[in-house]
């Protein structure tokens, strides 16, 4: 399979010499226009993902941030600008404990400090390339047909990948040795396992031994063009409180417009 971690196989692929994809790579990483990442499966995981959306009362929306920071099982976290102002965001919540965070959710509304809440449960995300005639330039306007797109979806034959069936239960298939792994690969790619091993503290057979058991929590080694939205902060699984924009778990750039994919999702919400 092609991916940021076999390069040679790539080179061998586009017919050309390895040492030439090795640098162009390390140039466009070097200049923060690729980032190659881990994309976990996070229902094998025993989390559900929710996406929520803050309106937060006038003068509050740095307060607001400071309170969604507080519940640490976020993966994004954003201002969000316009006629609803404050913040959107991404959580990865336990299934046991999904109950506690609606609440969680709603006591900010209680305290004063969000005006309204919108919380979407969801199955992972499928990214789709980004049409031009989506967006009307001259009008600087969203020319989507939703319409259309909703009654596609209603129709089309087929089965849907797994990662957007809802799941009977969120097993959980990873031990503490697997979340570690998959930390240091969600922070990059392409991290050597001799890297990994001297990271976390464990030996390097080790690391061999669990790699292969994470492999069905593997979303894909994802590589994403583009750059952190302005105002966000987002972190890997199992790192607390870091909110460095150096490694992220989603694709950047798509997320500048947090609204505009809330619409996206409000079809698949519960």
């Known amino acids: 399979m092609l991916g940021p971690r076999n390069l040679t196989l790539i080179a061998k692929h586009l017919e050309m010499p390895t040492t030439t994809v090795r640098y162009r790579v390390q140039r466009m990483l070097s200049n923060s226009i690729l980032f190659l990442h881990l994309n976990p499966y996070h229902t094998f995981m025993g989390l559900k993902k929710s996406v929520v959306f803050f309106e937060a009362e006038p003068g509050y929306e740095d307060l607001l941030v400071d309170c969604l920071r507080i519940n640490d099982f976020w993966l ?19 299934l046991e404990k999904a109950g506690v965070f609606e609440e ?30 989506w967006f009307d330039l001259e009008d600087s306007a969203w020319t989507f047909d939703w319409g259309e797109w909703k009654n596609e979806v209603r129709t ?77 902060v987002e972190k890997p699984l199992g790192a607390p409180g870091d909110t460095s924009l150096a490694g992220g778990t989603f694709c950047r750039g798509a997320w500048a417009d947090s609204r505009w994919w809330g619409q996206c999702l409000r079809g698949r919400r519960r």
Do not use: M
């Open 76 to 94: 994004y976290l954003s201002r969000s600008y316009g006629p609803s102002e404050g913040c959107a965001g991404i959580w990865t919540i336990p």
């Open 156 to 232: 089309i034959e087929g089965t849907l990948p797994i990662t957007l069936v809802e799941p009977d239960d969120w097993p959980i298939k990873v031990d503490l040795e697997d979340l570690l792994i998959i930390k240091e690969l969600e922070k990059n790619g392409r991290t050597t396992l001799t890297d990994i091993a001297k990271i976390i503290g464990l030996p390097l057979e080790t690391v061999k031994y669990h790699l292969p058991d994470t492999g069905d929590i593997w979303r894909d080694l994802a590589l994403a063009l583009g750059c952190p939205a302005a105002g966000s």
């Open 104 to 133: 969680f959710a709603d006591s900010l509304i209680d305290y004063g400090v969000a005006r309204s809440v919108e919380l979407n449960w969801s199955t992972c995300f499928e990214g789709i390339p980004v049409q031009k005639r």
